[in-house]
Every structure is written in C-alpha cells, then in structure tokens.
C-alpha cells in the first residue's frame, strides 16, 4: 500500500501553482452531460476524484474524450438507454460527488438512478436536502439497495427552502431545475466559490441562473442547453493548504493561480496568529514567523465567506505549533476530529470535546507513523510531518490523492522532503539518502 514518507524541519521556499477546484470540476463534469453538444472543459484538476467521475459519465455513454492532462471533452448526446440508466461502480460508490449526477440526469432525462453517495468519513452525510428539493420540483425518490432512484412526469418550478446550507443540494437542486417549466428559488442557498462556478458553467450552455453566490439562486427553466468551452476556477482548498503548510514549516512560498477573494477567511486568520500574507491579482505569498513561534487563535468553522470546514485540519495543525491555547469549533460536520489522536502520536496536545477542540500549543512536532483517516486530515499530517523534528510515515494516502494533484510532487519543488513508498524497504533508503 503506499505512503507517504517525510522528513521534517525544512521550511518551504519556493513557487506552487494551483491546480483547478476539485469541488467545482465535480459540479461541473456532473453538469457537462445535461446538453447533446460538446462541453470542452479546462483546468480540471487530475485528481482520483475526477477521474472517477469521468468514468462514471464515460459508463452511462456520454462521449469523454481527453484533450490533455486537465482538458477534456464531454458529449452527453450518446447517452443511450434512459429508461434503464444507472450509475453504479464499485468506484463511483466511493466518491460524494455521484450524487451530482443524480440532479444532472433528472433534470435532463427526468429520471436518474445512482448509487447512494460514499465520500470522506467526516460526518453522516445525508442527502435528504438532496431529495426534499427534487421532491419540491415534482419527482418521486425512491432510496433502496443502495441506490437512489428519482423520476418525474413534469418538472415545474418551486420555491425550495434549505434547512441547512448545504452545498451539495444547492448545486444539485439547481442543475435539477435547469430545464423545469418556470422559475425555482433555492434559498438558504450555500454561497462557496464553487457553487458560482457551475451556476456560470450552465449559464454559459445557456441555462438561466441568477443569484449563484448569494443566499437565494432564481433558475428559469429553458428548452435546451448548447455545448460551451469553460475554464474552471483555481482550488480555494489546495491553496489554503499551501498556506497553511508555508506557515506550518516557517516558510516564504508564492501561491500562484488563485483568486485572492476566496481565500480572504484563510488569510486573515493566518495575518492574525503572526504569519505575512501578501496579496497579489492571481498570487498569495505567505511568510512564517521568522524563527518565532506563531500566535493562538480561535477558528469557528462556518459556510462560506466563514473559515471553510476544509481547511479545519490544517489549521488545526498549525495552531498545534502556536504558543498559546486555541480553540476550533467545527460546526459543520459531526465527526472531524478523527486526526487528532494520529496527531497526539508527534506530540499535539489536542483535547476534543463535542465539537470543539482544544489545542494547547508545542514547541515541535516529533515524526511518527500515522494514519490518514480522511482527505483533508491527511493532508494535514502531511503538514505535521513536514514541520516534524524526525521521520514521519503515512499510510492510507489514497485519500490525499483524491484530492490533490501531484501533492508530493509540489512540496518537493518547495524544498519538503517527501517520497510515495511501498515497502519497509523504501523508507530505510529514503531515510538513507536524506541523512
Ligand atoms: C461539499 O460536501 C464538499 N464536497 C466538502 O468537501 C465540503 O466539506 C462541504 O461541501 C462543505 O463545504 C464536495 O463538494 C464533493 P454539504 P457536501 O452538503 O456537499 C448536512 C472535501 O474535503 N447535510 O455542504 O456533502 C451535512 O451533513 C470535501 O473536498 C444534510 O443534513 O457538504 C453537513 O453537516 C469534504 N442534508 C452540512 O449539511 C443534506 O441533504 C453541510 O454539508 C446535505 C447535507
């Protein structure tokens, strides 16, 4: 199984690019089949993810061709056999965003089967905000052995209120509402960067979408969509975690292809604990503390413009080495703190208590072997490790490859030490060669 292994204590220094959002492009290729034109997507970034989705799309028929590594080409149009479509993949049930398709193929088809959604084990992740928005449209869902069936003799638009925000059923209630006669309103809508760039997405193929980004997103039903070319945004989430990670190791590394208004949340609380933020048109760079030791904080996780639930670990991480007692309350998700005990294993002393955790600062981390228990949590130890005094392993990276592309490919141009292994073997030559 691979893992990654690092060697601690070298601050990051250098130049990262950021790839496209992983959020957004899950969206986006749900939404590329709702047309019988050619979508020409690009920036997708080349995460497991993706291409998971991709071959899900490719399975039901639509036309995926590769034009490069983050370029790619849907055509929806061959899609055969509605009567009897299903998305079903022994892959496809690992992944959150199968369920984009269930919006995409109702609205187009007004019927969708796809196997009910797996994903990160962060929380109990339920859909029925999902379901209750296309019930409100007029379809029938049916949740049974595993799949999630909904069909509808009419589509007609609604007022749908979401109890919760939740940015899963505001893109797929929108995408559901694509072709629905008259106007839906989906409000208490999530307002994240990337709900705007699949709003924009569809907008493009000629869909009639208003309000994406605000708290109320109005949908006009049309007739038909036309193919488009679209570029998706940079990742908000893979930039923070390089932001975190150059203040985490005392760094000074340039954040480049972001858009610095997404990341205003991360920013500031990385200016407010002593780190250096400065702001470019498409670029952030961050400084670290210059040999001191960062300040404590408090971090309230909340829906978009708030501090993102995402960035929760890799905050957490960082604060672990402030000199001081800081608190993270995690009001999204129920089950996010999992990566506190692998953390405990280099030395954190993190209390959690419901859905706060207590972090009381150290000097340094020391390295371990440590689990992976989630995406953004791995991601996080990666950041652990590469402030580490010592060696740390860490296993389960298949979660961390879900969502960052070329992961250790990028921190090893910034000076970090890491390297994928397999074998007990390959640790001891790494440890060799790095001294
Ligand atoms: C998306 O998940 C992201 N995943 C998550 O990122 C992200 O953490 C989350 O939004 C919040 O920003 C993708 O976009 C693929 P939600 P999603 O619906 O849509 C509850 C990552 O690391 N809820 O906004 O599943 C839910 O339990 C991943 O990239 C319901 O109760 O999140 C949660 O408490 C992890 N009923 C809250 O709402 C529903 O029908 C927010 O969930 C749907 C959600």
């Known amino acids: 199984m691979e893992q990654y ?15 496209g959002a992983k959020n957004a492009a899950l969206g986006i290729l749900a939404a590329a089949v709702m047309t019988d034109k050619e979508c020409i997507i690009e920036n997708v970034p080349n995460v497991r993810d993706t291409r998971v989705l991709l071959q899900a799309i490719k399975e039901i028929g639509a036309t995926v ?89 009419r589509l007609v638009g609604k007022h749908v209120y979401l109890d919760k925000i939740s940015v899963g059923a505001t893109i797929n209630i929108m995408m559901a509402a694509v072709f629905a006669e008259g106007k839906t309103t989906i409000e208490n809508a999530a307002k994240e960067p ?19 980004g605000t708290n109320e997103i109005r949908i006009r039903g049309v007739k038909e969509l036309k193919g488009t070319e679209y570029s998706i945004i940079p990742d908000q ?9 150059a203040a985490a190791t005392d760094g000074n590394v340039l954040i480049k292809n972001v858009i610095p208004k997404h990341l205003e949340a991360i920013s500031s609380k990385l200016t407010e604990i002593g780190a250096t933020v400065e702001e470019y048109d498409d670029s952030v ?12 904080t408090q971090i309230i ?27 993270i309350s995690e009001n999204i998700f129920e089950n996010r703190f999992k990566y506190t005990d692998e953390l405990a294993r280099m030395g954190a002393r993190i209390k959690v208590e419901g859905n706060m955790a207590i972090i009381s600062g150290v000097e340094s981390y020391s390295g371990a072997t440590v689990v992976a228990p989630d995406l953004r949590a791995g991601a996080a130890l990666v950041i652990a490790g590469l402030a580490a005094e010592g060696f740390t392993v860490i296993e389960d990276i298949k979660y961390i490859q879900r969502g960052y592309e070329k992961f250790e490919e990028k921190l090893r141009d910034l000076g970090g030490q890491i390297e994928i292994v397999e074998t007990e073997k390959e640790i001891i030559k790494f440890k060799l060669k790095v001294g």
């Open 5 to 19: 292994v690092i060697k601690g204590g070298t601050p990051l220094v250098g130049e990262v690019t950021i790839a």
């Open 194 to 212: 990337h709900i705007v760039d699949v709003a924009n997405f569809l907008n493009s193929m000629g869909a009639n979408i208003k309000g994406a």
């Open 65 to 153: 061709k590769y034009i490069d590594e983050h370029t790619v080409s849907i055509c929806g149009g061959t899609i055969r056999n509605i009567d009897t479509l299903c998305v079903d993949d022994e892959f496809i049930r690992k992944i959150r965003a199968s369920y984009y398709l269930l919006g995409a193929l109702l609205g187009k088809y007004k019927r969708s089967q796809v196997a009910l959604p797996g994903g990160c084990d962060i929380g109990s992740r339920p859909i029925d905000l999902h379901i209750k928005g296309f019930e409100a449209l007029g379809a029938h869902v049916t949740v049974g052995k595993g799949m999630v069936t909904a069909t509808a003799d």
């Open 301 to 327: 996780t909340q829906p978009y413009p708030g501090f993102p639930t995402d960035m929760q670990p890799q905050m957490a991480v960082t604060l672990g080495l402030s000199d001081g007692t800081s608190v």
């Open 237 to 245: 989430i893979e930039a923070g975690t390089f932001m975190m990670a």
């Open 285 to 296: 760079r961050v400084i670290g503390c210059h040999g001191k030791r960062l300040r404590p």
